[in-house]
């Protein structure tokens, strides 16, 4: 497991939307929903995302990802006049249709996920892969067919295309990827990424994650603060209290369970470091949610 898995794992559409499709020019849809991600895939003719002053061409082969919670609008051109409000009742499955958007909103549940919004700009943009082009085409027969448990099938492969697509535009030299990673990569920080992803409760030190990447402690300390922006163990503790946020969530976990489950043997040490990192105690945090 690695960071990217960690975030996408709490990613998922429900319920995800086939834009009216009866469209003709000109023609706008405004999406005002606020979720924190839409995903958009032409299907059938091309259109543009507008976001205030920023405006987007989207083709049919390529897919599109809107960050939220700003409101924004697809449409036949870069200047729609106005729009109409997308409304799921509303949508057909008419593939025949002139134009036809097949979108998806997801809400980003807890800290954990959340990361990911912090790096990706407004609007993206990634051409379909030859994976991505056979999954279209897959996608497609589904609208058309509409046989039993479609709504599931349709909602989990938008997530396979959502995942695909960021992978995608993080791999570009253009794209602001977070610094971990294009450290996943490298011989020696990679696999202390990796074990720190793999087991966050461990009692890492960085004797034992120098180890594991088989280098010195002073190389790994040097090399990971130079790719990732901090040093190992400065790191581990940020993402054991992102872990910890997302857990001081559920009905029945208490701070000392929550300690445990990150790697503390304590609640007092655990509550020291999540105020430190938070800004202020487990207690406080998970009453203000």
Not at 242 to 257: G, K
């Amino acid at each position: 497991m690695d960071p990217y898995d960690d975030l996408l794992r709490g990613v998922r559409g429900e319920g995800s939307v086939l834009g009216v499709s009866s469209l003709s020019p000109p023609w706008a849809l405004r999406f005002t929903a606020g979720a924190p991600l839409t995903l958009c895939i032409p299907m059938r003719g091309d259109g543009w995302i507008v976001q205030g002053d920023v405006a987007r061409p989207v083709k049919v082969g390529e897919t599109a990802i809107v960050r939220g919670p700003e409101p924004f609008v697809f449409a036949d051109t870069d200047s729609p006049r106005s729009a109409m409000d997308v409304r799921p009742e509303g949508a057909d499955g008419d593939m025949s249709a002139h134009t036809v958007l097949l979108t998806g909103t997801y809400e980003l549940g807890g800290e954990v996920t959340r990361r990911l919004v912090q790096v990706l700009p407004p609007v993206i943009v990634v051409a379909d892969d030859h994976d991505c082009s056979s999954m279209r085409d897959y996608l497609e027969i589904q609208l058309l067919r509409r046989r039993p448990g479609y709504q599931i099938v349709l909602d989990r492969l938008l997530d396979w295309m959502l995942v695909c697509t960021l992978r995608d535009w993080f791999d570009r030299p253009e794209a602001q990827a977070p610094r971990w990673y294009r450290a996943l990569a490298d011989d020696v920080v990679g696999p202390a990424l990796r074990a720190i992803h793999d087991a966050p409760s461990a009692p890492w030190t960085l004797a034992s994650l120098a180890t594991l990447a088989g280098a010195s402690r002073t190389t790994l300390a040097k090399r990971f603060t130079e790719l990732v922006g901090e040093p190992p163990l400065a790191y581990l503790t940020g993402w054991r209290m992102a872990l910890a946020a997302d857990l001081l969530s559920e009905r029945d976990a208490t701070v000392a369970s929550v300690a445990r489950r990150v790697g503390y043997s304590d609640g007092f040490g655990f509550s020291a470091a999540f105020k430190r990192v938070k800004g202020v105690s487990p207690s406080a945090f998970r009453s203000g949610r």
